[in-house]
């Protein structure tokens, strides 16, 4: 069923897309005044994937670049409106409608501001599930949807279109050479599709349940209940319906470089009881990637890695990671589609250099 | 006046062309051997600057890359038409001429390519005068032409367009990004105008000129006089007037890398006199900026530093230069509108980091 966002959800939203970012995705709070900015007391029409016409035609947005170097240089909020119009000028057609690309952090809140500066719809799914790092990464792309032709647009009102037929993976390429050199952050409209398309290649409701998942963390936090349990009850009904708690712990250790458009690093988060040397190593380039215990994968890509506050859940992003910090280390289910060979391939273990198959985090038995 | 070019004609140019391209503008041969298989038996029609319709639509091709990878990494050849397509589609009006946005080295040839397969006519100009490292170093921006938007295509049919306003810079910048990713190597039109405008910018009868100079060095040997001579007197009555001889002796050593896109370095040409230990110092990015003798400026950018066989007058490319080669360096003079401050301001001295004024060869005294 569609829906309207108004800026009162935006808070839970930015929660809820912080968890799905898995580390990744870009601070979404500075998307938050963005949105807020632009929308005021009006309201966005989020349209629901199954009842869109066969023939709509969505632009989806979002912006490009290092997480690490996104929180430091702030956009002026009109380039997503940019990069949208020059790809519709490029093809020659409008769109009905934009959606998210990925739906963990600031992508979710970037086709919001196109949304409000237009007054487009938004399409409440998107192409990853979660966050990727890459621009190749998408469910779309799994399912016969490729990027090409992108528009891309830097904040001195450059723009960019780059056309690479199919190569998904050569279109991803050149456009992070462009979004270095714009600074190390660009904003995007890619992987313009049909609602026909959107149906067969689109993870569903995943904005929706972004801001479920914000809305139950505070509201147990409010009604002094667990809100790891919030978690859990909110994605049973899910496509997500899995969820294991990986490791309870402080951060010990933190390595991250911004190299080649990526934040990449690794974090170690250690038992809290000095005595006990127990520890969860976690690798991410942008989101987490693999958990390892004791040397053994707890939970690898495509499943969602997601470090919380102990006590509050509220979700840590890789550059939020701090010495000392006490955390909950959370593993959870992605959908079926996005576990396919097909899938896999696309943003699988292997698709980050990792050489462990991928297993199920919930077919994975804990001490 | 309009003139015809046959394949019969390339030869002299690729010479003359190399000669123009003062060391780099990449290597010209490779450029026949494409214009040859296009052209096979036919014609290219090669426009008079001065007689061109105010209102006649060009768009100049070219290629971009570091001169080292270019003699490596051969264009299929339908590289330089999808460009200029590419930007006909997205200005939304077709080319009635292309011309080259310089006149030294590869760059003489692409247009021709382009002609060859489109019937389109080469305009007489460029916008160097010469051959330069960057697509910002134009008399086209300098009077008022800009780049954007650029158009570029890579080897598997990449097309990507570049916007970037006035900004002819910011467009260099970007373009070289995406040459990078592309392997060091790609195709681009740019510079889009008008024939008022090509009045107004370009230097004129630039081309001819390569072809004559070519011709000129190949009639002397063949007839045994000076091919030295030759190159004074073909230029005597055009707007490069004046040539220095600046050094005659051997090449005694070369530094040379290809870094961030370009090919840098230098090269030291020692006296042929084992006793004598005066030399002439080169340093150049693609092409040849500056010749220092006993650390005393003889010749600088933008006047043209040409290092030439000392027997044959053959053209010497900065990737071609060799430990012990006996050659001549020739400082020769650029045109008065690639010496105005704003000329300067873009492809003088300073803009390659020199921090010596620009003082034109034939100034100078020499001992």
Same mark, same amino acid.
């Given at each position: 069923?569609?829906?309207?966002?108004?800026?009162?959800?935006?808070?839970?939203?930015?929660?809820?897309?912080?968890?799905?970012?898995?580390?990744?995705?870009?601070?979404?709070?500075?998307?938050?005044?963005?949105?807020?900015?632009?929308?005021?007391?009006?309201?966005?029409?989020?349209?629901?994937?199954?009842?869109?016409?066969?023939?709509?035609?969505?632009?989806?947005?979002?912006?490009?670049?290092?997480?690490?170097?996104?929180?430091?240089?702030?956009?002026?909020?009109?380039?997503?409106?940019?990069?949208?119009?020059?790809?519709?000028? #490029?093809?020659?057609?409008?769109a009905d409608a934009t959606m998210p690309i990925e739906c963990g952090g600031i992508n979710s809140m970037i086709p919001l501001i196109v949304a409000a500066e237009t007054g487009l719809?938004?399409?409440?799914?998107?192409?990853?599930?979660?966050?990727?790092?890459?621009?190749?990464?998408?469910?779309?792309?799994?399912?016969?949807?490729?990027?090409?032709?992108?528009?891309?647009?830097?904040?001195?009102?450059?723009?960019?279109?780059?056309?690479?037929?199919?190569?998904?993976?050569?279109?991803?390429?050149?456009?992070?050479?462009?979004?270095?050199?714009?600074?190390? !952050?660009? #904003?995007?409209?890619?992987?313009?599709?049909?609602?026909?398309?959107?149906?067969?290649?689109?993870?569903?409701?995943?904005?929706?349940?972004?801001?479920?998942?914000?809305?139950?963390?505070?509201?147990?936090?409010?009604? #002094?209940?667990?809100?790891?349990?919030?978690?859990?009850?909110?994605?049973?009904?899910?496509?997500?319906?899995?969820?294991?708690?990986?490791?309870?712990?402080? !951060?010990?250790?933190?390595?991250?470089?911004?190299?080649?458009?990526?934040?990449?690093?690794?974090?170690?988060?250690?038992?809290?009881?000095?005595?006990?040397?127990? #520890?969860?190593?976690?690798?991410?380039?942008?989101?987490?990637?693999?958990?390892?215990?004791?040397?053994? !994968?707890?939970?690898?890509?495509?499943?969602?890695?997601?470090?919380?506050?102990?006590?509050?859940?509220?979700?840590?992003?890789?550059?939020?990671?701090?010495?000392?910090?006490?955390?909950?280390?959370?593993?959870?289910?992605?959908?079926?589609?996005?576990?396919?060979?097909?899938?896999?391939?696309?943003?699988?273990?292997?698709?980050?250099?990792?050489?462990?198959?991928?297993?199920?985090?919930?077919?994975?038995?804990?001490?």
């Amino acid at each position: 069923m569609s829906w309207t966002l108004t800026a009162a959800d935006l808070p839970d939203l930015a929660r809820g897309a912080t968890l799905l970012g898995t580390g990744g995705g870009g601070d979404p709070y500075i998307g938050t005044k963005l949105v807020e900015r632009v929308l005021g007391d009006g309201a966005i029409t989020i349209l629901d994937p199954d009842e869109l016409p066969d023939d709509l035609f969505v632009i989806p947005t979002a912006q490009m670049g290092a997480p690490t170097v996104m929180i430091e240089k702030i956009p002026a909020g009109t380039e997503p409106t940019l990069a949208l119009r020059t790809l519709e000028k #490029h093809i020659g057609r409008r769109a009905d409608a934009t959606m998210p690309i990925e739906c963990g952090g600031i992508n979710s809140m970037i086709p919001l501001i196109v949304a409000a500066e237009t007054g487009l719809p938004v399409v409440d799914a998107d192409g990853m599930g979660r966050a990727f790092p890459e621009l190749s990464m998408e469910t779309f792309a799994v399912y016969g949807v490729h990027g090409s032709p992108l528009a891309l647009s830097g904040e001195r009102g450059e723009t960019v279109v780059i056309d690479t037929g199919d190569d998904d993976r050569q279109m991803e390429w050149l456009a992070r050479g462009v979004t270095i050199r714009l600074g190390g !952050v660009s #904003h995007i409209a890619e992987y313009a599709m049909t609602g026909a398309d959107v149906k067969r290649t689109a993870v569903p409701r995943t904005l929706s349940m972004a801001l479920a998942l914000g809305r139950a963390i505070r509201r147990a936090r409010d009604a #002094h209940t667990s809100p790891v349990q919030a978690i859990v009850d909110t994605l049973a009904p899910t496509l997500y319906s899995e969820v294991r708690e990986l490791f309870v712990g402080k !951060v010990s250790d933190v390595e991250r470089r911004t190299t080649e458009g990526f934040a990449k690093g690794s974090a170690v988060i250690a038992s809290l009881d000095p005595g006990d040397d127990d #520890h969860l190593d976690i690798a991410f380039q942008n989101e987490n990637l693999v958990a390892r215990r004791g040397g053994e !994968v707890v939970a690898i890509v495509p499943d969602l890695i997601c470090v919380v506050d102990m006590e509050t859940c509220e979700p840590v992003t890789t550059e939020g990671l701090r010495y000392g910090q006490r955390v909950r280390v959370l593993g959870i289910s992605t959908p079926e589609m996005m576990r396919t060979p097909a899938a896999l391939a696309a943003f699988g273990p292997r698709a980050f250099g990792l050489d462990e198959p991928f297993i199920p985090v919930e077919a994975r038995q804990y001490a």
